[in-house]
């Protein structure tokens, strides 16, 4: 884990947005971190981060949770216990 964290100040050196890159790892469920895509770099617009339960993109609220951000609805549903 230690190597984990040099590796993110690395990114952060380098002017990546270090909270992007853990949501990157945490959402596609890599134990590693690795440099956004091109794409994700700050002052680049950024397409809406699909909700990590139904991959729909996320245009409203969200909630982060362990695998992710969650969109509005699955969180309720979650809530409720409707997550198989
Ligand atoms: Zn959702």
């Known amino acids: ?13 380098a002017g990546q947005n270090v909270e992007l890159v853990i949501d ?5 469920g890599w134990t590693k971190f690795y440099p956004l ?3 994700m770099l700050p002052g680049v617009t950024q397409k809406n981060t ?6 729909i993109p996320i245009n409203g609220a969200y909630t982060r949770m362990s ?3 969650v ?4 969180r309720r549903d979650y ?4 997550w198989s």
């Open 37 to 39: 895509p091109k794409d």
């Open 50 to 55: 699909a909700c990590a339960h139904c991959e």
């Open 71 to 74: 969109c509005d609805p699955c």
């Open 24 to 28: 990157q790892s945490t959402i596609s």
């Open 1 to 13: 884990m230690r190597l984990a964290i040099k590796k993110l100040d690395v990114l952060r050196i």
């Open 67 to 69: 695998i992710g951000k």
């Open 79 to 82: 809530m409720e216990g409707k």
